[in-house]
């Protein structure tokens, strides 16, 4: 029970992450630095402790090739971030989200083209119905032309949710790297590769309330949420993790509504219930086993 209330817990601090992002006065680029950087501190801070405080009798000798793997995962993380950031600048939280979370479709999708996976007939049913949610939620309806529907942001969205599935699929490999120290190498990556692009002149303009979200985004949504998500995610069924991961959203579109007075057309409303018939069927094929042995990281 104990491990299921932390999992809700990192999932609707998850949900919380637009709202909070919208507050801090930051672009998606310096954001995820901020994000990157707070998590590395926080979640390095916490992996050293563990270490001193854990006696290991023998040292496990761990491939070179997951240490890669782990960097080039990083690196599909951070441009994850940086399009989903990007896409909330200039779409409401409720479509970005109902976007993003297409990603274990795209898994599948991947899947059978990387690893020869088969699709189901009925698979395709809900890829199909995922499909056409997503253009009924990006607002299609509202557009006379597919390049003026494009532009709103549904790129960036969707973009977000192709990297999140490369995440995925690339942390697939990752078997003796603990998913701790996966996090900490990832973040650390991400603080380098976004050192030269950060524009350090848009700190100097913000409030002290921007300050607060800054920090609350950085330490508590990503660095402390991740130490809930990873220390309760082992000591779950698969099954019980597919059912819980559908709090974020779900969070996220609440606040979207009732805080930011954000209201879907009836159209939109469709979209998002055929969004979320579509990514229900997907958790399915990769519930093989009682617990999972890795499950990259959400936002």
Same mark, same amino acid.
């Given at each position: 029970?104990?491990?299921?209330?932390?999992?809700?817990?990192?999932?609707?601090?998850?949900?919380?992450?637009?709202?909070?992002?919208?507050?801090?006065?930051? +672009?998606?680029?310096?954001?995820?630095? /901020?994000?990157?950087?707070?998590?590395?501190?926080?979640?390095?801070?916490?992996?050293?402790?563990?270490?001193?405080?854990?006696?290991?009798?023998?040292?496990?000798?761990?491939?070179?090739?997951?240490?890669?793997?782990?960097?080039l995962c990083g690196v599909f993380l951070i441009v994850n971030w940086v399009f989903f950031f990007r896409s909330l600048e200039v779409m409401p939280i409720t479509v970005a989200v109902s976007i993003y979370h297409l990603a274990p479709v795209i898994v599948l999708l991947l899947g059978s083209v990387i690893f020869k996976e088969k699709i189901t007939k009925m698979g395709l049913v809900f890829f199909f119905i995922c499909f056409v949610g997503t253009l009924l939620v990006g607002g299609?309806?509202?557009?006379?032309?597919?390049?003026?529907?494009?532009?709103?942001? /549904?790129?960036?969205?969707?973009?977000?949710?192709?990297?999140?599935?490369?995440?995925?699929?690339?942390?697939?490999?990752?078997?003796?790297?603990?998913?701790?120290?996966?996090?900490?190498?990832?973040?650390?990556?991400? /603080?380098?590769?976004?050192?030269?692009?950060?524009?350090?002149?848009?700190?100097? +303009?913000?409030?002290?309330?921007?300050?607060?979200?800054?920090?609350?985004?950085?330490?508590?949504?990503?660095?402390?949420?991740?130490?809930?998500?990873?220390?309760?995610?082992?000591?779950?069924?698969?099954?019980?993790?597919?059912?819980? !991961?559908?709090?974020?959203? !779900?969070?996220?579109?609440?606040?979207?509504?009732?805080?930011?007075?954000?209201?879907?057309?009836?159209?939109?409303?469709?979209?998002?219930?055929?969004?979320?018939?579509?990514?229900?069927?997907?958790?399915?094929?990769?519930?093989?086993?009682?617990?999972?042995?890795?499950?990259? /990281?959400?936002?």
């Amino acid at each position: 029970m104990y491990a299921k209330l932390k999992f809700a817990i990192s999932m609707i601090i998850f949900g919380s992450v637009g709202l909070f992002s919208e507050k801090t006065g930051l +672009h998606s680029i310096e954001l995820v630095f /901020v994000r990157c950087f707070c998590a590395s501190i926080l979640l390095g801070t916490i992996l050293g402790v563990s270490t001193l405080k854990t006696q290991q009798p023998k040292k496990v000798s761990i491939p070179r090739r997951e240490y890669l793997l782990a960097l080039l995962c990083g690196v599909f993380l951070i441009v994850n971030w940086v399009f989903f950031f990007r896409s909330l600048e200039v779409m409401p939280i409720t479509v970005a989200v109902s976007i993003y979370h297409l990603a274990p479709v795209i898994v599948l999708l991947l899947g059978s083209v990387i690893f020869k996976e088969k699709i189901t007939k009925m698979g395709l049913v809900f890829f199909f119905i995922c499909f056409v949610g997503t253009l009924l939620v990006g607002g299609i309806h509202q557009h006379t032309t597919m390049a003026e529907f494009l532009s709103t942001g /549904v790129l960036w969205a969707f973009a977000a949710a192709f990297f999140y599935a490369l995440t995925s699929i690339t942390g697939k490999g990752i078997q003796m790297l603990s998913p701790l120290l996966t996090t900490v190498i990832q973040t650390s990556l991400g /603080v380098l590769l976004l050192i030269p692009l950060v524009d350090w002149s848009t700190f100097t +303009h913000l409030t002290m309330e921007n300050w607060f979200y800054i920090l609350v985004t950085g330490f508590i949504h990503t660095g402390f949420v991740f130490y809930l998500f990873f220390s309760s995610l082992r000591e779950l069924k698969a099954q019980t993790i597919a059912i819980l !991961v559908f709090v974020d959203p !779900v969070i996220a579109i609440l606040l979207d509504v009732t805080i930011l007075n954000y209201h879907p057309d009836v159209y939109q409303l469709l979209g998002i219930f055929l969004v979320f018939v579509g990514i229900s069927y997907s958790p399915k094929r990769e519930i093989n086993s009682e617990k999972p042995k890795f499950i990259s /990281v959400q936002r």
